[in-house]
């Protein structure tokens, strides 16, 4: 089974630009959860989507959105960018499930803003 | 507010020796726990989870113990190798919000030859 998988893996943008990135979930799995790696603040999450709706959200500012669509697929999206926006960002997959479910998440896409 | 806490930045080890990591957490609503590792500029790959009715769950050198009335949980590598060298990120969440993982800062794990 193919793992979870993010494009693109690197991007460079300046600021004031807005960037999408993409996170295709493990076939069969229709939750995707996205978080934010920086040096620091850790591993934070940002929001998960379950069947096109977001399901849960983390602390973060609104230039920071996402979708999901029909097939599983998400996009996340962040607006107005920022220098702080630097950071690698992870997408995971799960079943969905309500309980003791297990996050599997991709090899990120490392955003450097310049 | 830190829910999940590794005190420990970074942890050196003889390859051949026993790795203990450690993880405490704050809050009791929490009922699934995960242990991932990972390298720099990579995704963390899941190595194990202990459920919160469990105390101890095992997966080959790999063993992870649960304290619920400490609020405490650890992760045994036995024997360590050379290439268990990397951060080690503990994890928890919630029934209800599965796909909500809050992570602790992670333990860089040295494992010397």
């Known amino acids: 089974k193919a793992g979870v998988t993010q494009t693109p893996r690197y991007l460079i943008k300046t600021r004031g630009q807005q960037v999408t990135l993409s996170c295709s979930p493990i076939s069969g799995h229709r939750s995707v959860s996205w978080y934010q790696q920086t040096p620091g603040q850790g591993l934070q999450f940002l929001f998960e989507?379950?069947?096109?709706?977001?399901?849960n959200k983390g602390n973060f500012p609104g230039r920071f959105s996402g979708r999901q669509f029909s097939n599983s697929r998400s996009e996340m999206n962040v607006s107005t960018l920022e220098l702080g926006d630097s950071a690698l960002y992870l997408c995971?997959?799960?079943?969905?499930?309500?309980?003791?479910?297990?996050?599997?998440f991709g090899p990120g896409t490392r955003l450097l803003v310049l | 507010d830190q829910q999940v806490k590794q005190n420990s930045p970074s942890l050196s080890v003889q390859e051949g020796r026993i790795s203990i990591l450690n993880c405490d957490y704050t809050?009791?609503?929490?009922?699934?726990f995960l242990w991932y590792k990972k390298y720099p500029a990579e995704g963390p790959t899941f190595l194990i989870s202990?459920?919160?009715?469990?105390d101890k769950n095992e997966d080959g050198r790999f063993t992870v113990f649960l304290n619920k009335s400490a609020k405490h949980l650890s992760l045994h590598i036995v024997p360590s190798q050379p290439g268990d060298s990397a951060v080690y990120f503990c994890a928890a969440n919630k029934a209800g919000n599965t796909g909500k993982l809050i992570f602790g800062q992670g333990t860089t794990l040295q494992v010397k030859p």
């Open positions: 809050n009791s609503m929490f009922d699934y």
């Open positions: 989507y379950f069947s096109e709706t977001q399901r």
């Open positions: 995971a997959s799960g079943g969905g499930g309500t309980t003791q479910e297990t996050q599997y």
């Open positions: 202990i459920s919160s009715i469990k």
